[in-house]
């Protein structure tokens, strides 16, 4: 603000303002800081999607929006309309690179956007729900990464230039770091934490010299933070590096060697293939469900299946337009034979808790899902069931009534290969790059036998057998984690990994030898809780839990006249059905056999009088519900926790700059005097002592106004708060010592220099006063106003900048 103040007739010439700060070329370097400090934060998402893939995308994003900022600055435009400058390139840059052909001159949005935007949404959502991480940098992602990177530089960089408040752009550089926290097994990583933290020190020293630069020029500096960032920084590196080496279990986690906190609370879902690695290195498990069964075997929960083997990941197919709506009833699924063997009914009663899928679990064949909300739908190709109406399995308990067919070693092994035509093409198709070890592998494995049975048992007794051994960590040492022919090939190299590898790898080698295949996504049977619940027509269902810990993956193959046949070949998970458990010799005829060449054909189903044994029930797993009871707690704590720091973080930043004040005006009271020529803290005593009353009084609704001096706000202040007495002399005195400090002609004279009854006159500021003011507001406020003053302070955007700041 500026003011001419009519002076006291002794003094002998016009008050001299400050001069002008010159044009600030120092906020190119502090936006090109923030550019660096966002792409070094960006670096964690090196593993979340294929490496450095974002790079190229997010520079040309980032480069123009951060530009035309600047460019606004050097302007001297307001900082609002710096802000809007930059979102309207962040639209400008994304419609150029993601919707050029319904755009208007390139970088206008056109009528066309709408809907180009809704696809490419609907592509990243399918992506993240159906891709193991790193996923592919697919157009809808990449447009996600871009907007969401996009806007959190245009935060960054307005609170580190125009705000001038670098310190508080952390906060977006934590948004950048939670997702690869949450999503990837190791979280952020110390690359990429160590490169984030120097990067914003050196966006805090960048910032601290514009501010130096500043003040040389005649405006208020603020007080060095470079230096203390440094420190803190330096010692919360510190910290983090030596915490894994002292504390028992920080080994893996989220920033980056720490205890993982699922920041969105206990709802998770199964997202079919996608988590299951990282839901079994989880030492804690989440996503609890309970079901209770009256079925006499081993009962796996069945989500999803994958069948289509091409591409670099595997997917589930939605097949939206072939679903079957309803799931009271559900039909017969496709390949299903005229004559099916015997089967029994199964009711199960699923109790999903937190868990929140859109794909429904479900025991394997389900013939009818009852009290389930919301709208579902069947797919006749795998009988999964999809939620389409958005919703999901969170907090449903639902009837499952299921069809399980008896299955003996005998039945299945006198059936012969199936007909081409038996199920739809997508079973059985191997894609051109199928790596030649998976070929050679089942060669080597199955060419001796002639019966699919018999080829079945072969893989799995082979990927069960000494030579392989389950590890959730062995792929991610590797690089192979997730799915997809490559990493099944890795597999059969390293002989070393989870699930995932064992099903994808067992069904694509019974593709090579001629069975129709699909993994399915589910969970493992669970551990029995010793409860009873009574079920439909009166009978006993025994209830079980499982959580993430239980995520499984499994092959289905196909068998003419039977249908879809589970297998086991995860060595130490789950529980292998009765018909594989024997140890391997051939039913059938080998390959070598006379009779083999010709073995009469088919012989339909097995026969319905070999009953099946009842196998032992799985074991209780170690560390089942009980550790996740005893995890809430704590992830409950820690997420209360850092929501309450959230919510106290505006009232922690105006603490500081008061206290940071209250050190000025302390040092002003000591040296006995106002003015100075503003080489020390005690020099700018006034001017901190009436920043911190006018923004004080701008939190409880008595803003000032960019035309106002220093005279006429304290008159209307006085006026609209009621101030008499004390509060009204402590205002008077602290708005004629900034007066003095802020408009004395400081060229030859300090206040040392001036006679003795103007010194008198010209009292020095005392903090008191400010206190005074401050009650006195407190006071004359309603609550609600109280409240909002102390947690939400408009100070903090609005912060006082004395005559010389421009």
């Not at 309207?88 to 052909?101: D, K, S, Y």
């Not at 920033?255 to 709802?267: D, E, I, L, M, S």
């Not at 297998?567 to 083999?596: H, K, N």
């Not at 803290?681 to 002592?689: F, K, M, V």
Request: net charge negative.
């Amino acid at each position: 603000m500026t003011s001419t103040l009519s002076r006291p007739a002794s003094t002998p010439a016009p008050p001299t303002p400050r001069p002008v700060p010159p044009t600030d070329p120092w906020h190119w370097a502090v936006t090109g800081a923030a550019l660096l400090t966002v792409l070094a934060a960006s670096t964690s998402l090196n593993g979340v999607v294929e490496p450095w893939t974002w790079l190229r995308p997010v520079l040309q994003t980032l480069v123009p929006v951060l530009l035309a900022m600047a460019l606004t600055r050097t302007l001297r435009l307001s900082g609002v309309l710096t802000a809007l400058v930059g979102v309207l390139a962040l639209v400008g840059a994304l419609t150029a690179r993601f919707f050029p052909q319904q755009s208007v001159l390139g970088i206008i949005p056109g009528p066309g956007t709408p809907l180009e935007l809704q696809r490419l949404l609907a592509q990243a959502e399918e992506t993240v729900v159906s891709q193991v991480a790193p996923v592919l940098p697919g157009a809808g992602l990449v447009l996600v990464l871009c907007a969401a990177l996009g806007l959190i530089a245009i935060i960054i960089d307005i609170f580190s230039t125009t705000i001038r408040m670098p310190a508080a752009s952390g906060l977006g550089l934590f948004a950048v770091l939670v997702t690869p926290a949450v999503v990837k097994p190791d979280g952020v990583g110390m690359p990429a934490f160590v490169a984030t933290v120097v990067a914003f020190l050196l966006l805090l020293a960048v910032a601290q010299r514009r501010e130096d630069r500043l003040a040389s020029s005649g405006a208020r500096a603020s007080s060095g933070f470079a230096g203390r960032a440094a420190i803190i920084g330096a010692a919360a590196l510190a910290v983090t590096v030596a915490l894994p080496a002292i504390i028992p279990g920080f080994n893996s986690g989220a920033f980056p060697q720490g205890a993982r906190v699922n920041v969105w609370g206990n709802a998770t879902g199964l997202n079919p293939a996608v988590t299951l690695g990282n839901d079994l290195r989880n030492p804690t498990g989440f996503g609890r469900i309970t079901y209770s069964t009256n079925s006499d075997v081993p009962l796996y929960l069945r989500a999803v299946t994958l069948e289509d083997f091409s591409g670099r990941r595997w997917e589930p197919d939605q097949r939206i337009n072939d679903r079957e709506r309803g799931v009271a009833e559900i039909g017969a699924e496709a390949g299903t034979p005229e004559n099916p063997p015997e089967s029994s009914t199964v009711f199960t009663r699923v109790t999903t808790q937190s868990y929140a899928s859109p794909w429904l679990l479900t025991p394997y064949a389900p013939a009818g899902v009852t009290n389930l909300a919301g709208a579902w739908a069947w797919d006749p190709a795998n009988l999964s069931i999809l939620a389409t109406d958005g919703g999901s399995t969170a907090r449903q308990e639902y009837l499952v009534q299921s069809r399980s067919a008896d299955l003996t070693r005998e039945g299945l092994g006198v059936i012969g290969p199936s007909d081409a035509d038996a199920v739809a093409e997508v079973f059985t198709a191997l894609p051109d790059d199928t790596p030649e070890i998976v070929r050679t592998r089942t060669a080597e494995v199955t060419d001796e036998f002639v019966n699919p049975y018999d080829k079945a048992i072969a893989i799995q007794s082979y990927l069960r057998g000494p030579d392989f051994s389950y590890s959730v960590e062995a792929p991610v040492d590797g690089g192979y984690d997730g799915n997809g022919m490559d990493v099944m090939a890795r597999f059969l190299e390293a002989k070393s990994g989870y699930c995932v590898h064992y099903a994808g790898t067992m069904a694509v080698m019974a593709r090579a030898a001629g069975i129709p295949s699909r993994v399915a996504i589910g969970y493992t049977p669970g551990s029995p809780t010793g409860d009873t619940t009574e079920g439909p027509l009166g009978t006993e269902l025994r209830e079980f839990v499982v959580d993430s810990r239980n995520a499984h993956a499994w092959p289905e193959l196909y068998f003419e006249g039977v249908g879809w046949v589970q297998f086991e070949p995860t060595p130490s998970r789950g529980v292998v059905p009765t018909y594989a458990q024997q140890a391997f010799s051939p039913v059938g005829p080998r390959a070598d056999d006379t009779d083999a060449l010709n073995p009469g054909g088919n012989p339909g189903p097995p026969d319905p009088s070999a009953s099946a044994t009842d196998p032992a029930e799985e074991g209780v797993q170690a560390g089942g519900g009980a550790a996740q009871d005893e995890a809430r707690p704590v992830a409950g704590t820690l997420a209360g926790f850092g929501l309450t720091l959230l919510a106290l973080l505006p009232v922690l930043l105006r603490t500081a700059r008061t206290r940071a004040r209250r050190r000025t005006v302390t040092v002003g009271e000591a040296a006995g005097g106002v003015g100075g020529t503003g080489g020390s803290a005690g020099d700018r005593a006034a001017t901190a002592a009436w920043a911190e009353t006018t923004e004080i009084a701008g939190d409880y609704g008595y803003a000032l106004e960019p035309t106002d001096t220093p005279r006429t706000f304290a008159g209307r202040l006085s006026r609209d708060a009621g101030f008499e007495g004390d509060p009204a002399t402590s205002l008077s005195r602290l708005r004629t010592a900034y007066e003095f400090e802020e408009y004395a002609d400081h060229g030859t004279t300090g206040p040392a220099s001036l006679p003795a009854s103007t010194r008198a006159r010209r009292a020095a500021p005392r903090w008191d006063d400010v206190d005074t003011v401050t009650r006195a507001l407190r006071r004359r406020s309603s609550w609600s106003t109280r409240v909002r003053a102390r947690m939400l302070p408009q100070s903090l955007l609005n912060r006082f900048r004395s005559s010389g700041r421009r």
